[in-house]
């Protein structure tokens, strides 16, 4: 039987309200999503939220280990909800989009570093960058170079 939002927020040990529910309605149907964006489509079924709510709520969903909080280099935070699996990241220099890779190879950490200072590693965040499949198109039908307009998967 799966469990509901409200069951996961209250076995996280947080309380059960409109704009949690709401922001975790979004990053199910958005994963890979900045704060700015899952505002406003929260807004569209509780429309009073404001930006500070939404920030509020993903802080307390990140704590609580019901979302992940990723941030690709030269963009903003981006969030979903696939959390505990230590999967990894493909994202698109051109246009930004981010996949989902399971673990490199093998178990958690999947990859060893050459010195680990005295940690013990339990957990490695990689992220490729490239071209995705449908960037690959695009340049090969329209004869783009890099579009300087795009920075680290960002707009400019």
Not at 32 to 45: E, L
Not at 132 to 151: E, F, K, L
Request: proline share 5%; hydrophobic share 40%.
């Amino acid at each position: 039987m799966e469990t509901t939002w409200d069951e996961q927020l209250r076995t996280a040990g947080l309380r059960v309200t409109r704009p949690r529910l709401a922001v975790l309605a979004v990053l199910e149907q958005h994963p890979h999503v900045d704060a700015d964006t899952i505002a406003t489509a929260a807004r569209a079924v509780h429309p009073s939220i404001s930006p500070q709510a939404v920030y509020g709520v993903l802080k307390a969903l990140v704590g609580g280990g019901l979302a992940r909080r990723i941030e690709p280099a030269g963009g903003p935070a981006l969030y979903e909800l696939r959390v505990g699996d230590n999967h990894h990241h493909l994202v698109c220099r051109e246009c930004g989009v981010v996949a989902d890779v399971d673990c490199v190879v093998g178990a958690a950490p999947c990859l060893t570093p050459s010195d680990a200072a005295g940690f013990v590693v339990d957990e490695a965040e990689v992220v490729f960058w490239g071209l995705c499949a449908d960037c690959q198109v695009a340049r090969s039908q329209h004869g783009y170079g890099t579009n300087s307009a795009i920075r680290g998967g960002v707009r400019a």
